[in-house]
Every structure is written in structure tokens, then in C-alpha cells.
């Protein structure tokens, strides 16, 4: 069954809204609400340091390592959360991630867990980049304010995919949302629509793109944007093994349907021919 975007709007509305009217139980409520503060607040410095890196060409952040350590340094950044983050979303991964949470909680904290860690990598990563001091270039004028619009678009593209994939399960919200009303969380069905209907990894391909539509360049930046992106690419593959084992059939047309990154140009010709 096809879910609408007002479905997955409806869905996310009442799972928040029945957060409010928890029923009784003190120490699960402490827990939950304790998770999802530590969630959202992590997860909002690390995007805020993402988007503020990268709009200066990774120049300028907190890291100060001395050279020749600094390359070591940021290559451990940089490959930290791309190999911590693929082995998070194995079998291994999952039992891993239902241990860190006390004793009853794991199971149904795991996706705001997983949110956590990777909040913390990702602000680690982009808040303590020891930046080269190499500056190749840096737009100015009318191109400052047209790769800015295009960077932006990319956050916006962002954002509009992991609304499409469902936001609690992205943000983290639907393992303490659930805890805190008692529930089993209710994972979104496999996307089809939104995003998902032109290409099957929207989300990892604008992770990607704001990765390339920035004012400024420098080695650092450079050396971020070709590992993300590489990630970006092979890494889904995992993800896609695991939706054939659960859903079978019914992934495998719409694997056959659907591109893996890159739209089909039919897609750009059907939309105007339908203006």
C-alpha cells in the first residue's frame, strides 16, 4: 500500500501528539524524554555544524592538531562515521545498539539511539576538522549568491527526503516517542512515493550534494566531498540487500522501476509536457 504525504504527516502528528498523554509508568517517561532532549539536541549542533563547516570550505572550525598529525587526524574524522555508521544498520549493529540503553528500554530506543551516535559523529567530524589554512577559492558576488541558493536547496532536498522516508525513524523521535507511550515503534512502510518514486536513494544522493554546492574550496573540503560521496553511492547497497529480505517481490519491482541515484531524463520531459 502506497502512503501518501499526508499519510506520513498524519502518522508523525499523532505519534507526537500522543507523546503528550503518556500513561503511567515514572522511570519510562524519565528515560524516554531524557533520550529524545539528548537526541534532538545532538542531532541540531551537528547539523548546524555541518551547514556552517561547509559553507566555509571546512577553513574554518575548532580542530587545532599540529602537522603532519592534522592528516591523520581528519582522516580518522572522516572515515569514522561512514564505517561506524554502515556497521550500526547490520544485525550485529542492531543488537549493539539495543545494549545501550538500560535494561527493558534498548530494543525500542534503538532508532533515537542510532540518531545519537550519529549526531556525534557528525559533530565531531565537522566541529573538530583541523582546516589545511589552504584557501583555493571562494565565490564572490552573483556566484556567492547562486551556489548559496543551490546550497541551500540541497539542505531543502535534504530535508524533503527524509520527510518521504519518514521523519520520526530519521530524526530519531520514533524510539522515545514510543517508549514514552508504551508502544512498539511502527516502522514507515518501504518508500515509493515523493523523492523516492524519481530515484531510490534520494536521501544519500542530497547528503551528497550538499557536499559540492559550496562558496568556498579548499584541499579539506575537497577530500570531504569525494569520501561522503563515494559513501553516498556504495553504501545503499547494503541497504537495499536488506530490503529485498523484507520485502522480496514487491522491492525488487520497484528496484526495476525506479533508478538507484540518478533520474531517467524521461522524468524531466514528462514534467513538462504535462505543464
Known sequence: MRETSNARLTRLLELAIGSLT?????????????????CHF????????????MFFGMSK????????WNIAANLALILQFPLAHSILLTKSGQIIL???APSGYGATLATTTFAIIASVQLLALFAFWTPSGTIWWQAQGWPLAIISTLYALSWLL????????????QSGA?????????????????PTQGLFKIIRQPIYVAFALTTWTVPI????????????????LLAPRLKERRFSLRYGARFADYKAKTPYAFPKLSVFWKGR???
Open 273 to 275: 509536457s504535462s505543464r
Open 22 to 38: 503518556p500513561p503511567v509508568g515514572k522511570r519510562r517517561i524519565i528515560v524516554a524524554i531524557s533520550y529524545g532532549i539528548i
Open 158 to 169: 535534504l530535508i524533503w527526503a527524509s520527510f518521504d522516508a519518514g521523519a520520526e525513524v
Open 42 to 53: 545532538i542531532f541540531l549542533l551537528a547539523v548546524l555544524s555541518m551547514m556552517t563547516a
Open 217 to 232: 574550496w579548499t584541499p579539506d573540503q575537497l577530500c570531504l566531498a569525494i569520501v561522503l560521496s563515494a559513501y553516498c
Open 174 to 190: 520514533l524510539g522515545w516517542m514510543s517508549l514514552v507511550q508504551k508502544i512498539k515503534p511502527v516502522f514507515p512502510d518501504m
Open 98 to 100: 539495543s545494549k545501550l
Open 61 to 68: 572550525s575548532l580542530g587545532g592538531v599540529p602537522p603532519p
